[in-house]
């Protein structure tokens, strides 16, 4: 595999290992619930959370790969979108009927921590343009 492939897939690993941190530590080390009262609204669970940071942070490296092979300025543009996204995935957990306050504080803090790793990770990482790629044939 690739190194770029091998430094891409340890973001996702990462941002998905921090989520399942932060979950395991509200959820059994704090006891927070985080379930609403609603009985047909479904539950946060630790596959959920696997899932759904996973498939986020991919699609966060997919969309800067897409952004900067086909826009001059597609690591900045993808910031801003990245920034805008978190942001508004905040809305879920902020809205959600009968959370606690503990409960809705544990979903705001698992929305960011998965956005600013994921953010973060990606920005430190030296895509070399295409002009700059070396053709090896």
Do not use: C, K, N
Not at 14 to 22: E, K, N, W
Not at 42 to 57: A, D, N, R
Not at 96 to 122: K, Q
């Amino acid at each position: 595999m690739h190194s770029s492939v091998l430094r891409h897939v340890s973001v996702v690993l990462a941002a998905t290992g921090t989520a399942v941190a932060i979950y395991a530590l509200g959820r059994h080390g704090l006891r927070i619930e985080i379930e609403p009262a609603q009985v047909e609204a479904e539950q946060v669970t630790l596959g959920s959370v696997l899932v759904v940071s996973s498939i986020s942070s991919a699609l966060g490296w997919a969309l800067l790969s897409l952004l900067e092979g086909r826009h001059p300025r597609g690591r900045a543009l993808w910031t801003r979108l990245a920034v805008a996204f978190t942001v508004v995935s905040l809305l879920g957990p902020l809205t959600a009927p009968d959370l606690t306050a503990a409960g809705r504080a544990l979903l705001v803090v698992l929305h960011l921590a998965v956005g600013s790793v994921t953010i973060g990770m990606l920005l430190r990482m030296r895509t070399p343009r295409r002009d700059q790629v070396v053709s090896s044939v």
